[in-house]
Nanobody, 118 residues
Framework: QVQLVESGGGLVHSGGSLRLSCVAS????????MGWYRQAPGKQRESVAD???????KYVHSVEGRFTIARDNAKNTIYLQMNRLEPEDTAVYFC????????????WGQGTQVTVSS
């Protein structure tokens, strides 16, 4: 069973930046798609960004232009660079991997907390 481990969360002021990392316990070549979801208190989990093995990235509208997802196959790692953070970005961020062609997550990390103060 592949393990996904996130890191990089924390507390920042509005306008600040964080970079999340997600390291897989084995090669990420097996994943057609990897990415990030987030879940804020009292809200449903939402997709934030994902990236295919070919490097095609997608973002939820609310983070476009502020967040950048990247994938390093050699390090079995994906990243989420988050700039110009807003209090509305406060959530637990979960890394996922998908082995199917439609992007449905098959594997999840344990989550990392991101808190943005105003």
């Amino acid at each position: 069973q592949v393990q996904l481990v996130e890191s990089g969360g924390g507390l920042v002021h509005s306008g600040g930046s964080l970079r999340l990392s997600c390291v897989a316990s084995e090669s990420i070549f097996r994943f057609y798609t990897m990415g990030w979801y987030r879940q804020a208190p009292g809200k449903q989990r939402e997709s934030v960004a994902d990236i295919t093995g070919g490097g095609r990235a997608k973002y939820v509208h609310s983070v476009e232009g502020r967040f950048t997802i990247a994938r390093d196959n050699a390090k079995n790692t994906i990243y989420l660079q988050m700039n110009r953070l807003e209090p509305e970005d406060t959530a637990v961020y979960f890394c996922f991997g998908s082995t199917n062609g439609v992007g449905t997550p098959d594997f999840w990390g344990q989550g990392t907390q991101v808190t943005v103060s105003s």
